[in-house]
């Protein structure tokens, strides 16, 4: 009643906490997959923080609470939200930095790679080529509508903030442009029949430098539409799929005209390559002139040429992009390892390709060969931590060569989290000798533009400390596990053993003992019913009596010997001087029951076999030996435990009786736990029968690769000799 | 002797195995004092015999069927028949016989006794004595005798048996108190007996302990 109430409670215990942990499992996932998780949502950058925003191309940096891509990269990509969220609008500030290109919101994105179109969603941008709203769907291929302003609207200019705002609502979408938040928006409006459901939100700007601010994303019902679309004038497009991509459509583009960008002009003929700086007298103040691209515009300007690179310190402030095209006149100043150009008039010439970096080693970069230019290294990180103003500090070594790669804020806390010390990585920057950047303890270090400019090679080796724990603390468990189930397999291999010695023994009970029995009475009755004079009948039939009895305590015998015995090891000896007691019942034999050493606990399995062979030996000297002590000793020692039954009696000659059933019974049993069985005996000597048995060590903490490699040997000794463990077929 | 009409001693011989019960009948029925009045293969039918028949002696074998010996000799006990029992079987555990013997069975007997032992037996059962081997005697009072207690169990049922609470004698024995309720427990358990007071009584009914 007991264990069935234990067993059931377990059981419910058991179902209950599957069934808590599955409710856990799916609230967990809804509330993943929910499409209203973490909205609305209001960025950080005012903060100086952009947590979660995950880049593909451009030189992402935050500079007073403003977003900035200053790269002309086509399609330059900022994503975050949850790829779940569905209906839902995203409003902000956007701003132009470049002439030609456009920037804007992209909407129910996912899928993303770095690359043009290389995302499914929909982007919305302001292009001021064509002074129009641009609506388009990407699928790793373009297709677009353009919506020009609403007249009230001023053309579209660079450098200013516009407010963007952008809907999606079903397969609506819906987006609307304004100078101010007061002035009516220009609305453009469309609906894609065959839609994309939902994806994230993210940043975009095409040819063109892009910056965003104060972005809001919230959830957007149809009520939102509706009063989206009262708002303003409504250049709706009718709902036919997106056309297919033909740029010369775009009719009349209107070039706004420029209002502080400075107009491309002649090169100045006197400049002179950037490599060539460093010829300049040491001491005497020098002007020069040099023209290359803006590689670097944060936290100092570097411009490269084909020959090399320079910092520029401008004398005026301009704000410049990297690849722009410039001319740069100023004081020539040496530093340790470097030329440096001060007090720099510069000049932007036009918009140019920025200059891909050079791939060099560690080594090459810390000559100072490549110094002030745009290179690539590879190594592996050692150390991250915070410098200055929350910019991120790498410290890579790469063989014997150490460097530090140093990265804007903006997007480092996220870095700082997903890159792993000891990892392979390449970062991509101006590699300065510096020692303000250095500080003295690197030969260079690397100026990192976006957390783009970063790649990881491959990852933290695996054989960190922390894993090579994890991992032997797992071997550890498996092996104890091992060691538990092989226990109790053992265990319901004897629990099986013992069954059927039990099925057995009613099995003889009922049928061979009855039997005997049965015929023992209708001998008995034969004979008395027989007259007296046949004598010699009478005497056979005694003797057929005689033996017919005999077989019947045989038969008893063997029963006894097959029932169960609940065996402790403590009482080992006890039940051993029991069955010696009841064999000897009624006669004069006397039984001496010993141990000596300290006792050990017996598994079930060693001190059950001990007994059976313990009661075969009495058994065989009670019937066969005709002794007058029987002697019963347990001795114990360090990993063994040896038994000994010793009789006074008869003996016999050592080679006759080895062979009997008897003894190769008990051999065989004594196999079964590896023990040793001896008989020694000799005519008119007695008989003493020596069984040693070794002792498993016991599982400790400590010992366990020991106990179990020495199971494994042991288990692998009793599975070789398959043929042999039956002696009954080997003797013949 | 209930039955003046024949002195002679009746019979039923109660086994399964048919072979036993043709080799019974056969040995018993050459002995003039005594009348093998039926042979039941089942408890059930044993009883069903007795409620038809007069009987003086049962030969019981203590594995049927149906039902084991013992219940069946408590059943006949409980509805009244004064017919006299001898277990009769070919094996044989100390519980066995104590259990028998506690059930009310006058003899016991293997079923290799000899054929003048066995009427021995009968006559001596039917005279309202009881015949149990000395062999059989033995191991009964073996039984009888048995504790499992351990030493230190036996030390606290002599302490219970003098009235000490469980926290007087974990002051005495020095042990935890939990301790020696956990030893009370085990002696309970171990006597099969409800409570610390038919503990005691059982011990010394037992003779485990001194009264």
Redesign the interface.
């Known amino acids: 009643m007991k264990p069935s109430l234990i067993s059931s409670r377990r059981a419910l215990l058991g179902s209950l906490a599957v069934t808590i942990l599955t409710l856990g499992t799916i609230g967990l996932i809804a509330h993943l997959q929910s499409p209203t998780r973490g909205l609305p949502y209001f960025d950080s950058f005012a903060t100086g923080k952009a947590e979660g925003w995950q880049a593909f191309g451009g030189t992402w940096a935050l500079v007073s609470g403003v977003m900035r891509n200053d790269s002309d990269e086509r399609g330059a990509k900022l994503l975050t939200g949850s790829a779940y969220w569905e209906d839902y609008s995203i409003e902000g500030d956007v701003m132009l930095l470049g002439l030609d290109g456009d920037a804007g919101f992209i909407v129910r994105s996912s899928n993303e790679e770095e690359g043009v179109d290389a995302y499914d969603g929909y982007y919305v941008g302001l292009r001021s080529r064509d002074n129009s709203i641009v609506l388009g769907r990407a699928g790793y291929g373009w297709a677009e509508r353009s919506f020009p302003m609403s007249a009230s609207q001023d053309s579209m200019q660079v450098l200013h903030w516009y407010h963007l705002k952008v809907l999606v609502n079903g397969c609506r979408l819906i987006a609307s442009a304004s100078i101010t938040t007061a002035a009516a928006p220009t609305l453009a409006s469309f609906i894609d029949d065959d839609c994309i459901r939902r994806g994230r939100i993210g940043l975009r700007s095409y040819r063109s430098g892009g910056a965003w601010r104060s972005i809001v994303v919230r959830l957007a019902t149809q009520h939102d539409v509706d009063q989206m679309l009262a708002r303003g004038n409504i250049r709706d497009a009718p709902s036919t799929p997106f056309p297919s991509t033909d740029f010369s459509d775009l009719s009349n583009p209107s070039l706004p005209s420029s209002v502080d960008l400075p107009q491309p002009s002649t090169p100045d003929p006197g400049t002179i390559p950037i490599t060539n700086l460093r010829l300049y007298a040491l001491t005497k103040p020098a002007k020069a002139t040099v023209r290359g691209l803006v590689t670097l515009t944060a936290p100092a300007i570097y411009v490269q040429d084909s020959t090399g690179g320079v910092a520029v310190q401008q004398a005026m402030p301009k704000r410049l992009k990297v690849g722009d095209e410039v001319e740069a006149s100023g004081d020539v100043r040496h530093d340790a390892f470097s030329s440096i150009l001060e007090h720099a008039m510069v000049r932007v010439l036009w918009e140019g390709t920025p200059i891909p970096a050079v791939s060099v080693t560690p080594f090459q970069a810390s000559t100072g060969a490549f110094d002030a230019t745009f290179i690539e290294v590879e190594g592996h990180l050692r150390r991250k931590a915070y410098g200055l103003g929350d910019s991120l500090i790498l410290d890579f070594d790469a063989g014997s060569q150490s460097f530090r790669a140093i990265l804007n804020p903006g997007r480092s806390s996220y870095l700082y989290r997903e890159l792993k010390l000891d990892s392979l990585l390449r970062v991509r920057g101006i590699a300065v000798a510096d020692s303000a950047y250095t500080g003295n303890l690197t030969p260079f270090a690397v100026l990192v533009r976006s957390s783009d400019d970063i790649d990881v090679l491959a990852g933290p080796p695996w054989w960190s400390a922390g894993h090579l724990v994890i991992m032997s603390i797992g071997l550890l468990i498996l092996a104890l596990s091992a060691n538990l189930l092989y226990q109790r397999i053992e265990n319901w291999r004897l629990h099986a053993v013992v069954e059927e010695r039990e099925r057995l023994a009613y099995e003889m ?2 049928t061979l ?3 005997v ?6 001998l ?3 004979r ?2 027989l007259p007296k004079q046949l004598t010699s009948v009478h005497q056979q039939l005694d003797l057929a ?1 005689q033996f ?2 005999h077989s ?2 045989e ?2 015998r063997s ?2 010997m097959l ?1 169960p015995h609940q065996l402790e090891s403590e009482d080992l000896l006890n039940a051993l001087s029991n069955c010696a007691d ?1 064999l000897v ?2 006669s004069s034999v006397k039984v001496i029951a010993s141990s000596t050493g300290d006792a050990h606990p017996l598994t079930l399995r060693i001190a059950d076999t001990l007994f059976r062979i313990g009661q075969e030996a009495l058994a065989n000297a009670v019937r066969h030996a005709e002794p007058k002590s029987l002697a019963i000793t347990l001795e114990y020692e360090k990993n063994l435990v040896r038994l000994l039954i010793d009789d006074n009696g008869r003996g016999f000659v050592e080679q006759q009786n080895q062979h009997s059933l008897g003894v190769l019974g008990m051999r065989k049993r004594a196999m079964s736990i590896s023990a040793n069985l001896e008989v020694r005996s000799s005519p008119g000597e007695g008989t003493v029968v020596i069984v040693t048995a070794p002792l498993p060590p016991r599982a400790t903490f400590g010992s366990w690769p020991a106990f179990s490699w020495k199971l494994l040997k042991e288990s692998a000794r009793n599975v070789k000799p398959v043929g042999k463990s039956y002696p009954y077929t080997d003797s013949r | 002797m209930s039955n003046p009409s024949a002195s002679r001693i009746r019979i039923l011989i109660v086994d399964d195995h048919p072979v036993v019960r043709a080799g019974l009948t056969s040995m018993l029925g050459t002995q003039d004092e005594l009348e093998v009045v039926a042979s039941a293969s089942s408890g059930q039918e044993a009883l069903a015999f007795l409620q038809e028949q007069e009987i003086d002696v049962v030969l019981l074998d203590l594995r049927l069927p149906d039902m084991i010996g013992v219940e069946t000799l408590l059943r006949m006990k409980r509805s009244g028949h004064r017919a006299r029992v001898i277990i009769l079987t070919s094996f044989e555990t100390d519980e066995d016989i104590y259990r028998a013997i506690q059930a009310g069975a006058q003899g016991y007997l293997i079923k290799d006794t000899s054929l003048a032992e066995m009427v021995e037996a009968i006559r001596t059962v039917h005279a309202a004595k009881r015949y149990i081997p000395h062999v059989i005697a033995m191991r009964l009072a073996e039984r009888m005798m048995r504790v499992d207690l351990t030493p230190r169990e036996l030390e606290i049922l002599e302490y219970v048996a003098k009235g000490l609470t469980n926290k007087q004698i974990a002051h005495v024995v020095g042990i935890s108190e939990f301790t020696v309720k956990h030893h009370v427990d085990s002696i309970i358990e171990k006597l099969e007996v409800a409570d610390r007071t038919e503990a005691v009584t059982t011990a010394i009914q037992r003779g485990i302990i001194a009264p």
């Open positions: 009970h009922d003992a009855q039997s029995a049965g015929i023992g009475f209708q008995e009755a034969i008395v019913a009596s017919v009895r019947h305590a038969a008893r029963v006894d029932r009841r019942a009624g």
